[in-house]
């Protein structure tokens, strides 16, 4: 089994100026909302959430690729890994629907999230993207506090620690024999990093230098699919 990352859970990006407690304040309401609709259901929430998790990575992608093109300058590699972001985002979605069944209503949710999520995000990139990224840096601190509620829900017997879905043994290289609780330890590294690369961002927007302390990513399959 491929080595998961050790990550550093208590970092959080204390807010400097208006724009980062407006990103904090953004995170919180929505957590609380979260919170509330979902309690310790971990496998629907961790459904819902990531297919709103997998939008910001594709809005940022794209505004970025159009300002490089308006601008005729590079992108120092930032497309590339929004879009990577979104993809991994995806996958996370795509294995969590192999370990919980989204009801009826919840199915009702992720399409009229979507359309509001999505255009409330490209509305604030356009008009603020450190904001942006704040918002998605702040997100992934919260991504990793509710996987680590999940990990303790598995832990304390209450979630069934089932066995790793096919599709994630693929995607992150896992043994034969993994099982759901190696998926959320691997799945919150992925978010430690996107945390990393998110706050890294805003900072760089800010005017200060690449961040070089971003938690490594988990080893992912360059095929999504194993018999692709
Ligand atoms: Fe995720
Ligand atoms: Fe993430």
């Known amino acids: 089994m491929r080595q998961i990352p050790l990550i550093d859970m208590t970092v959080h990006h204390a807010p400097r100026d208006f724009s980062d407690s407006l990103a904090l304040g953004i995170t919180k309401v929505l957590r609380f909302?979260?919170?509330?609709?979902?309690?310790?259901?971990?496998?629907?929430?961790?459904?819902?959430l990531e297919t709103v998790a997998a939008v910001p990575g594709m809005v940022g992608a794209t505004?970025?690729?159009?300002?490089?093109?308006r601008r005729i300058q590079d992108d120092k590699g930032w497309i590339r890994t929004l879009m990577?972001?979104?993809?991994?985002?995806?996958?996370?979605?795509?294995?969590?629907?192999e370990v919980a069944k989204p009801t009826v209503f919840?199915?009702?949710?992720i399409v009229s999230v979507q359309?509001?999520?999505?255009?409330?995000?490209?509305?604030?990139?356009l008009l603020s993207p450190k904001t942006a990224h704040r918002v998605v840096g702040y997100f992934e601190e919260e991504a990793i506090i509710s996987y680590t509620l999940y990990l303790k829900e598995i832990d304390e017997g209450r979630s069934p620690n089932v066995p790793a879905p096919a599709i994630a043994r693929h995607y992150w290289g896992l043994a034969e024999?993994?099982?759901?609780?190696?998926?959320?330890?691997?799945?919150?590294?992925?978010?430690?990093?996107?945390?990393?690369?998110?706050?890294?961002?805003?900072?760089?927007i800010a005017g200060a230098a690449a961040a070089t302390n971003i938690t490594p990513y988990p080893w992912h399959a360059d095929k999504l699919e194993a018999n692709a």
Do not use: P, Q
């Open 177 to 204: 024999n993994a099982s759901l609780r190696d998926v959320v330890l691997v799945v919150r590294a992925d978010e430690a990093h996107h945390r990393d690369v998110n706050h890294g961002f805003a900072g760089e």
């Open 106 to 109: 919840e199915r009702f949710m």
């Open 33 to 48: 909302a979260a919170d509330l609709f979902f309690a310790k259901r971990y496998g629907h929430r961790a459904i819902v």
């Open 63 to 69: 505004l970025t690729h159009l300002k490089c093109l």
């Open 84 to 97: 990577e972001e979104a993809e991994n985002e995806r996958m996370h979605l795509m294995t969590f629907i």
């Open 115 to 125: 359309w509001v999520f999505y255009l409330f995000f490209f509305g604030l990139y």
